[in-house]
């Protein structure tokens, strides 16, 4: 439930160090540079050429056309300059749209590709408990959303970083070759660059005040039109304290327009005035120099009056450039800090190489960063191979987290998990992962085929054959063969009209399928028939033991009648095991596990009987 009346605290003003900037800046641009090594120096070279011809034809011949014009020059060889560079700048606009539209967009796919690859990658190599971290969550998510719009930004940046010194310097030089004084000016413009770097930041704030009680007030009209919200909209009267709420909503946006509106009012007001101030005085002096010294010609004078605003206006960018780039570099961070990330729980790859055996649980205790309790005190297992292992006890009792420590889906808190007396952690990971076949409760259809749903890999020859028979003994066959793509068949209509959407039973047997594609050693099944009333699961689990002859089987059930089934039950409560031997041993025994077989038995007698009366 989200606290409605929280405030949240501005997110604190994150620094970088200036090293870190220019770093994480440059990161991005040899990331670039390396999947794409022709777009940034045609990118760049492009840029400073387009900004040599911008001054050659407005600024450079400008003046020397006026100039010589003054001074008598025969007119032919002047439009003869003018029709040179106007026939260059048409050359050039030609090129730059080609690259633009037809070069540029090719090479900026490659680049997305290769991003959203290395955050792909890493994403499914790190520890599943990075997803249970909200802070690393977060960076990931950000990491995932920004990262290729911020590396075009960096581009972007520096592209316009190199355009405007080439471009200053070329005019700076001309406007000082005419009259050093003109030099001066300049510091108007670089302290108009300061007062804008601040205006930013002012407004950076603002929006970040901003953004919380923007999110109060789309929470309300969400809250409006969701059909969830929907019932208790009607029957009570929410509607009125939503409204409520919205009012201060509003409130706080009118105190935060009087907080900001008046500086903000100021500062925007010299930015804008001040480059025209540059050029007011510049044209002064320069008239001066041409009507009354007569030290300037009046194609001198056509420069300054032209040329000095540009340069302002540039210089007084330049100060913001620096400041993108510091904001590019705090978002870079995000995706850095996530591709620099190792799991704790390395992907081994020059480990030993995994072969079918017993598998030991030594003594393992676990528990989940941030829990205030173990999850999994002490256990001690073993599992031999072609084993059926059933583990039962009620929600919470730690199966699952048994489950995926067995899987080295994370690494135990004390004691080990061995496969043939040697711990996970030194098995080549690819080798480890081929020994076992898993289907979790909450297994997950992809958007694919039904057949890769099934093998998890891509397609090779003869796997149509293979996943047909997967079907048939998973009993998914009846439904997919009535596809009319059959196996080929894609789940999940969002991207395929043709596709089918199965029920949740249907969804099931398919991923059951899983198991009986391939012939990995170990099968775990973690509650994977909860779909199932209590008759099918068992037969299910039947043929399943009949079908997986001779590979360990390790499910989940909190069904005893199924867990009479395996070898071994291991029957757990609060993290410990508590019994563990056949259904045989535990039932004469007479312990925990005989009392909970016996109320359910009960509770399974009453329910036939009250369906059938
Ligand atoms: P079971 O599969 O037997 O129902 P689990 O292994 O899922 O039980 O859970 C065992 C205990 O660990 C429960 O107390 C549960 O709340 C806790 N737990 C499970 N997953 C997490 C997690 N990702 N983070 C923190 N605690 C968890
Ligand atoms: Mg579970």
Redesign the pocket.
């Given at each position: 439930m989200i606290r409605f009346k929280r405030k949240e605290k501005p997110k604190k003003e994150n620094t970088l160090s200036g090293r870190r900037v220019f770093s994480n800046n440059l990161y991005v641009l040899k990331i670039i540079q390396r999947v794409a090594p022709s777009y940034l120096p045609t990118y760049f070279l492009w840029s400073v050429t387009g900004a040599i011809l911008d001054f050659f034809i407005y600024t450079w011949m400008m003046r020397k056309v006026v100039n010589d014009f003054q001074l008598g020059e025969p007119v032919e060889k002047l439009a003869a300059i003018i029709l040179a560079l106007l026939v260059g700048q048409i050359v050039f606009d030609v090129f730059i749209n080609i690259l633009r539209k037809v070069v540029y967009p090719r090479y900026q796919q490659k680049i997305v590709a290769a991003i959203e690859q290395s955050l792909f990658e890493k994403a499914s190599q790190v520890e599943?408990?990075c997803?249970?971290n909200p802070k690393f969550y977060d960076k990931y998510v950000r990491a995932m959303d920004n990262s290729y719009q911020r590396c075009m930004d960096v581009v972007n940046t520096a592209d316009m970083l190199i355009w405007r010194v080439t471009s200053i310097s070329t005019n700076a030089l001309i406007l000082i070759s005419i009259d050093p004084v003109l030099a001066l000016v300049a510091l108007i413009p670089l302290l108009i660059g300061y007062v804008r770097k601040y205006r930013n930041r002012m407004q950076k704030n603002r929006d970040d005040e901003r953004r919380p009680i923007d999110r109060r007030q789309a929470y309300v009209q969400r809250s409006f039109y969701l059909g969830e919200y929907a019932k208790e909209m009607r029957l009570t009267a929410m509607p009125k304290l939503m409204i409520g709420y919205y009012a201060e909503t509003l409130k706080e946006h009118i105190a935060l327009q009087k907080k900001y509106g008046y500086k903000m009012a100021i500062l925007k007001t010299i930015g804008d005035t001040g480059p025209d101030l540059v050029v007011f005085l510049a044209g002064l002096y320069a008239a001066y120099c041409t009507l009354i010294r007569g030290t300037m010609l009046a194609g001198d004078f056509l420069v300054v009056f032209n040329t000095v605003g540009q340069v302002a206006w540039v210089l007084a960018s330049l100060v913001t450039t620096l400041e993108d780039f510091r904001t590019h570099a705090l978002y870079i961070e995000d995706y850095r800090y996530f591709l620099d990330y190792q799991p704790k729980i390395k992907k081994n790859t020059n480990g030993v190489r995994a072969s079918a055996g017993t598998l030991t649980v030594e003594g393992v205790t676990f528990r989940?960063?941030?829990?205030e309790?173990d999850?999994?005190q002490n256990i001690h297992m073993t599992i031999r191979p072609g084993e059926k292992i059933a583990?039962v006890?009620?929600?919470?009792?730690?199966?699952?987290?048994?489950?995926?420590l067995l899987l080295h889906l994370y690494e135990p808190t004390e004691g080990a998990v061995k496969l043939n007396g040697i711990p996970l952690a030194d098995y080549d990971q690819d080798s480890l992962m081929e020994q076992f076949s898993v289907v979790f409760?909450d297994f997950k259809l992809f958007s694919l085929s039904v057949a890769e749903n099934i093998l998890l890999r891509p397609l090779k020859e003869g796997d149509e054959e293979r996943v047909t028979e997967a079907l048939k003994k998973s009993g998914g066959w009846e439904k997919v063969s009535t596809l009319k793509n059959g196996i080929h068949t894609t789940l999940t209509r969002e991207f395929d009209d043709e596709g089918a959407v199965l029920s949740g039973g249907e969804g099931q047997k398919v991923s059951l399928a899983r198991i009986f594609a391939d012939d990995a050693p170990i099968i775990i099944l973690?509650?994977p028939s909860s779909a199932l009333d209590p008759i099918a699961e068992y037969q299910m689990f039947q043929n399943m033991m009949e079908a997986c002859e001779g590979r360990t089987l390790i499910f989940?059930s909190?069904r005893l009648a199924s867990a009479a089934l395996a070898d071994h039950v291991y029957l757990?409560e609060?993290?410990r095991i508590v019994e563990d031997g056949s259904h045989r041993d535990l039932m004469e025994k007479g312990g925990r596990y005989a009392e909970l077989f016996g109320k359910q038995a009960e509770n399974y007698v009453k329910e036939v009987s009250a369906r059938e009366a």
């Open positions: 599943l408990e997803y249970e989940y960063t941030g829990a309790r999850a999994l583990l006890g009620h929600n919470g009792s730690g199966k699952s987290t048994l489950v995926k409760q973690d509650e989940i909190h757990l609060d993290g």
